[in-house]
């Protein structure tokens, strides 16, 4: 059973309009939420991170959000650039005493910039 | 020069065969994983290991082994490859510093791409 979930397997936006990908999770022991984006031909690339004591946190252009009691987080990037269009993954984990046990990723959402 | 770097880029190999995948990375850091791609599936993880002494299964860990020759070297084997396995493969690697930022952000090679016919 998928334990974080992106919905969306495509976005499309218009250039300098705001970018909102969306992900959900279930497993209530996550405390730890992060976004990759993904070039083709590329590994992922880390792109901003959230602790689950935290409702926002932002860097630059991009800001994610989290709501914990509707366990959902989402990715805002305003405004959106050309450079933007990749495949975005969120990822989630959880602290089990002997450290981060490796990352729970969504399925990733795509997301076109359109000129 | 990269990071984390995998080899072979691209491999194709047929059903039965023993195949390797390496990874290095020059970031210092203790913590490395094994990851794959399918299409629609997100990335899985296969293994992980804190330290040379200390491998770990991760969610999909059938029909692969691992070996850590070093902090630096996290290869990556199947010992009789099935068609399944035809898959994007990364290596990742992360701090294990006092931060809990560094242990999460993980750093990934390009990727190796295989084809088991």
């Known amino acids: 059973d998928q334990q974080v979930k992106q919905n969306s397997p495509s976005l499309s936006v218009q250039e300098g309009r705001i970018s909102i990908l969306n992900c959900d999770y279930t497993n209530s022991m996550f405390d730890y939420f992060l976004w990759y984006k993904k070039y083709p031909a590329e590994g992922p690339t880390f792109l901003i991170s959230i602790s689950s004591i935290k409702d926002k946190n932002e860097d630059g252009r991009f800001t994610v959000f989290l709501n914990k009691s509707a366990k959902h987080l989402s990715l805002h990037i305003v405004p959106s650039q050309p450079g933007d269009s990749a495949v975005y993954f969120c990822a989630a984990s959880f602290y089990s005493g002997g450290g981060a046990d490796g990352l729970t990723f969504g399925k990733g959402t795509h997301l076109i910039i359109q000129p | 020069d990269a990071d984390v770097t995998q080899t072979p880029r691209n491999r194709i190999t047929k059903t039965g065969k023993r195949i390797m995948l390496e990874c290095s990375q020059t970031k210092g850091h203790d913590r490395m994983y094994w990851y794959r791609q399918d299409p629609g599936l997100g990335l899985r993880l296969i293994y992980y290991s804190f330290d040379v002494k200390d491998i770990n299964k991760g969610e999909i860990s059938d029909g692969y082994s691992v070996s850590r020759q070093a902090q630096a070297k996290f290869s990556l084997s199947l010992e009789s490859a099935i068609p399944n396995q035809t898959a994007l493969y990364f290596c990742?690697?992360?701090?294990?510093?006092?931060?809990?930022?560094?242990?999460?952000?993980?750093?990934f090679g390009p990727g190796t791409r295989l084809t088991v016919l």
């Open positions: 990742a690697t992360s701090d294990s510093g006092p931060l809990r930022t560094g242990w999460d952000e993980q750093f």
